[in-house]
């Protein structure tokens, strides 16, 4: 089993990096790539940078110098369910890019033109251990379902509340549905998980440079704990 870990930012990796042996870093198209052993599990991790279009060119160099067998992107959201607190963790369901928009020419919002969807589907196989990992930690809530993505910062009400009705999403980010393009494109199973750094609203620019950090490591502890259980799964 090999397995491909992007994050957007050095804070939601540098954890899962400090745990890797036998590392070999190169860099592609201004990308440090770190191929090396995570508990065993044979892994290439990377820092894409902010964005889908970041996202997307890391996604496709991993799957092209690589060939993981998994993609799985991890980082930090804001909640858009209100169970979901500052730490919390969304395991997506399926990705959506919200701010995909034809409808002026008669199409759903967030269809994506080439591979004909709106909701991306993650692998059922490892949003399950996603959870398990989450409930084995004992003390992190978890919430399932559906994860957007944008370029777009959610920090108003009036934001959030649009992706609430657009798309029944429980955290907003910037970069998991494109990374879920991608690997839909090429055929490659992905997973996505976030940790809530804020509430994806007024309160938003305050909260996310206080918590970003905490909400980051708890998403690198599950992450840690899956790769310890993925052979049974895979």
């Not at 998980?193 to 909260?207: H, P």
């Amino acid at each position: 089993m090999f397995v491909g870990i992007i994050g957007a930012m050095e804070l939601e990796i540098e954890g899962l990096k400090a745990l890797m042996t036998d590392i070999e870093m190169k860099t592609i198209s201004s990308i440090n790539f770190y191929h090396g052993k995570i508990n065993g599990v044979d892994t290439v991790i990377a820092v894409a940078g902010v964005g889908k279009v970041n996202a997307a060119v890391c996604a496709q160099t991993m799957i092209l110098k690589y060939s993981p067998d998994l993609v799985i992107n991890i980082g930090v959201a804001g909640g858009l369910a209100p169970e979901l607190k500052i730490g919390d963790i969304a395991v997506a369901d399926a990705v959506v890019e919200h701010d995909m928009d034809t409808t002026a020419v008669g199409d759903p919002k967030g269809l994506i033109s080439g591979i004909n969807m709106v909701e991306m589907p993650c692998d059922k196989r490892i949003s399950d251990l996603m959870e398990k990992s989450v409930a084995a930690l004992g003390n992190i809530n978890s919430r399932r379902g559906i994860i957007a993505s944008g370029d777009q910062f959610i920090c108003t009400s009036e934001q959030r509340d649009k992706i609430i009705d657009d798309f029944g999403a429980i955290a907003a980010e910037m970069e998991g549905a494109s990374i879920g393009h991608v690997c839909v494109m090429n055929k490659v199973p992905f997973g996505v998980l976030r940790a809530i750094s804020d509430g994806a609203n007024d309160d938003s620019v305050m909260d996310y440079p206080t918590f970003a950090k905490m909400a980051a490591e708890n998403s690198i502890k599950i992450i840690a704990k899956l790769l310890g259980n993925i052979k049974e799964v895979y």
